[in-house]
Antibody, heavy 119, light 114 residues
Framework: QITLKESGPTLVKPTQTLTLTCTFSGFSLSTSAVSVAWIRQPPGKALEWLALNYWDDDKRYSPSLKSRLTITKDTSKNQVVLTMTNMDPVDTGTYYC???????????WGQGTLVTVSS | QPVLTQPPSSSASPGESARLTCTLPSDINVGSYSIYWYQQKPGSPPRFLLYYYSDSHRGQGSGVPSRFSGSKDASANTGILLISGLQSEDEADYYCMIWPSIGVFGTGTKVTVL
């Protein structure tokens, strides 16, 4: 059974850097064609894809946020970490991590973690 | 960054069918991509429903009923999610997505079961 869980601060101040950790089980990020992605959702709004880390350490980023995002994986710890710099109140929302295979993108999601950006 | 356009809302009575559309920008050919569909109920993460590329290349999420099906309308450059035999539990937000090497989600459709 594949599970993912997001963790990190619930409140960050404007201009600070957000660091979120996705801890997963039931699969290995060293297995071919497997990846983990981060997706966010502002309150009452649509989903927005942020970044993805492939099993071979290939990384993809949202073009509009690329300058602020870094995604890394720690295969030994079964974790994927997302950092987002220069946080702003518009970045407030629920942040999800999700598992993918080559065919089934985002087939299993974590429960999400709500991040509020406020001074 | 491209945006996939979905109607904000759709409603139908129990037992009827709901046809949800996902329109791609004119510079992105729907024939070139799989269309992914997700269901999200209030307070819950999205749930993967299915993907559709063609009748011979498609997949259903684990435990997703067969009354959820996908298709395309090439003339309208649109992906389609059909929910047959609508049930009250189908009331949710539905998002489409494509993967042109990055993730692009749709604007979402809220489905109401009357």
């Amino acid at each position: 059974q594949i599970t993912l869980k997001e963790s990190g601060p619930t409140l960050v101040k404007p201009t600070q850097t957000l660091t979120l950790t996705c801890t997963f089980s039931g699969f290995s990020l060293s297995t071919s064609a497997v990846s983990v992605a981060w997706i966010r959702q502002p309150p009452g709004k649509a989903l927005e894809w942020l970044a993805l880390n492939y099993w071979d350490d290939d990384k993809r980023y949202s073009p509009s946020l690329k300058s602020r995002l870094t995604i890394t994986k720690d295969t030994s710890k079964n974790q994927v970490v997302l950092t987002m710099t220069n946080m702003d109140p518009v970045d407030t929302g629920t942040y999800y991590c999700a598992h993918s295979t080559e065919e089934d993108l985002f087939d299993v999601w974590g429960q999400g973690t709500l991040v509020t950006v406020s001074s | 960054q491209p945006v996939l356009t979905q109607p904000p809302s759709s409603s139908a009575s129990p037992g009827e069918s709901a046809r949800l559309t996902c329109t791609l920008p004119s510079d992105i050919n729907v024939g070139s991509y799989s269309i992914y569909w997700y269901q999200q109920k209030p307070g819950s993460p999205p749930r993967f429903l299915l993907y559709y590329y063609s009748d011979s290349h498609r997949g259903q999420g684990s435990g997703v009923p067969s009354r959820f099906s996908g298709s395309k309308d090439a003339s309208a450059n649109t992906g389609i999610l059909l929910i047959s035999g609508l049930q009250s539990e189908d009331e949710a937000d539905y998002y489409c997505m494509i993967w042109p090497s990055i993730g692009v989600f749709g604007t979402g459709t809220k489905v109401t079961v009357l």
